[in-house]
């Protein structure tokens, strides 16, 4: 055997090593269980493989432009008023169908160009029309509403992201789905409570804290009488949780609140389930360096007051501030450890910037799963034996080339998987199934081309060689063009297909190797081997 060659030879071991280590890594027996085992700890299944939960949900867009038109109102409250410029009012005439249209009436006619100064100035998202009696209509651009709309939807991924990843659930899909109706496709394989997901998913955990002006009532009548019937200016009515004396909530209440917050969830730094003296469980929560401060300044200036802790728009706690307080601070109530657990869980995560809603759930059981996975692998393996069998009986020794170079291939096929972390689905096995056809498709090229130039009278180095020179660009264009159709799977398909795309394409890759590299080396350790005008078996 010539220097070259042998350091071909090592080369292919280093590879068949390499990628026996991304399939199994460092096993704790080698016995085939243990095997087994290190196998699936390193090789993750999709959701048709290992069961799970299947959703797509609909980010409800038009609650990013709610929210981002309220914001628009408040601050032009505030800079209507420090510019002294008088209005009658200023609303959304409807907030369900058009959320971007804010409506100001009754404009001092003496302001009026200040009055679009200051919209052109501060407002540079919306357009400004004048009506009749001195009113103005603000409309948001359309190409701001397209613009928050997507990224409510990618912000509603992201966060939705976190929440899953900090429920440890491995290998799960979550993407867009949809061509524009802002739908996201979750995917989690091997979930064992969907319920407990989907709520955290659906919470928007929005954390506010904000100065209680006045409660608990008994309900909204009781609210305004004891007030006269109109609230105080910037207040509202929302809400909670009526807290007793042993710090239980003992009925639902009402509460008077102030409009603005001193802090919200983008000022929380993290959050943490923990327990109070009483050994009850709770939140504990630490505020970020400019949160802390304007805490600091909001309960500085209000010790004897009460605040309110505010969650998804529901008073959840009332306490009265007795000192000042800096950056952190602390959720009680009547939690379960589950509840405190997924509660610090959903804050952390950040909210959503839109509801959502869910358009379809479909639940994939472990045994279908198993199923599955059974019926693919013995799909795969019956495939491969019939290849085997007929490259052996077809092309006799050359066949044990091209078997060697099969099982090669596959070797390193499901290394790369478990290399990477790449989740293996049911296309995927069809991938894995339809590479083993490639490899097929390349051998027999390469070995119909040795015979024919055999036939032709060339000995048995000649016609090795020519065969797998003439082959090789045929090879080249089928494997090319399959990729290219892989890859634009990958780009416009969704997670199984990607599965898909993935396993074809890199399959492709390796048989290259296998059945060019490879199956040469194979060939021309045969040849070393050699006698002088002995036939070739093939």
Do not use: C
């Not at 350091?7 to 269980?33: D, N, Q, R, T, Y």
């Not at 509202?236 to 802090?263: C, E, H």
């Not at 709770?282 to 970020?288: C, E, I």
């Not at 993935?502 to 490879?518: D, E, I, K, R």
């Amino acid at each position: 055997m010539t220097k070259n060659l042998t350091a071909k030879v090592i080369l292919i071991i280093a590879v068949l090593i390499f990628f026996l280590f991304g399939i199994f890594g460092i096993p704790k027996s080698v016995a085939p269980s243990g095997l087994l085992a290190s196998m699936q700890e390193r090789i993750h299944l999709g959701l048709d493989l290992k069961g799970g939960t299947h959703l797509i949900l609909q980010v409800q867009v038009n609650d990013a432009i709610s929210a981002d038109s309220d914001r628009a109102v408040e601050r032009l409250k505030d800079d209507l008023k420090a510019k002294n410029i008088l209005y009658t009012e200023i609303a959304k005439p409807d907030t369900q169908q058009h959320p971007d249209v804010i409506n100001v009436n009754g404009v001092s006619p003496q302001s009026i160009a200040d009055f679009r100064s200051l919209v052109a100035d501060r407002l540079p998202d919306y357009d400004l029309t004048s009506g009749a009696n001195n009113s103005f209509t603000l409309t948001m651009k359309p190409s701001i509403v397209k613009d928050t709309k997507a990224k409510a939807q990618q912000q509603a991924i992201e966060t939705i992201r976190n929440r899953i990843d900090q429920l440890g659930v491995n290998e799960p899909v979550i993407q867009e789905h949809g061509l524009g109706d802002y739908q996201i496709l979750v995917q989690l394989p091997g979930v064992d409570d969907p319920a407990r997901v989907k709520e955290i998913m659906q919470s928007t955990a929005m954390l506010e804290i904000r100065q209680a002006l006045g409660g608990p009532y008994g309900s909204e009548q009781e609210a305004m009488q004891a007030n006269g019937g109109v609230l105080p200016p910037n207040s509202i009515l929302m809400k909670g949780r009526n807290i007793g004396a042993q710090g239980q909530p003992n009925s639902d209440a009402y509460w008077i609140i102030s409009r603005a917050s001193a802090v919200s969830g983008s000022d929380l730094r993290t959050a943490d389930a923990g327990r109070d003296e009483n050994q009850r469980p709770d939140v504990k929560f630490t505020l970020t360096g400019e949160g802390g401060r304007r805490f600091a300044a909001f309960t500085g200036a209000h010790v004897g007051e009460k605040l309110a802790v505010v969650l998804d728009n529901k008073v959840m706690e009332v306490a009265t501030i007795q000192e000042q307080i800096h950056d952190e601070g602390r959720i009680t109530g009547a939690f379960t450890e589950q509840q405190t657990q997924d509660l610090s869980l959903t804050l952390r995560s950040g909210a959503l910037p839109a509801g959502i809603k869910y358009l379809e759930e479909r639940t994939v059981g472990p045994s279908l799963g198993a199923d599955s996975i059974r019926a693919g692998v013995r799909a795969a393996l019956f495939g491969m034996i019939a290849v085997m069998v007929f490259m052996l009986f077809y092309y006799r020794l050359a066949g044990i080339n091209a078997d060697l170079g099969l099982i090669l291939n596959l070797v390193i096929l499901l290394g790369f998987l478990g290399f990477t972390g790449a989740t293996l689905t049911l296309p995927g096995i069809a991938g894995v199934i339809l590479t083993v056809g490639m490899g097929v498709d390349s051998n027999v090229l390469i070995f119909e081309r040795i015979r024919e130039e055999l036939r032709h009278g060339k000995t048995p180095p000649q016609a090795v060689d020519q065969g797998f020179k003439h082959a090789f660009v045929t090879i080249i264009d089928t494997h090319v063009t399959t990729i290219v159709s892989a890859i634009i799977l990958f780009l416009f398909g969704t997670g199984p297909v990607k599965g898909f795309a993935v396993t074809l394409s890199f399959g492709l890759f390796a048989n290259l190797f296998t059945s060019v590299f490879v199956s040469r080396v194979i060939f021309d350790a045969i040849l070393n081997r050699h006698q002088r005008g002995e036939a070739l078996s093939i």
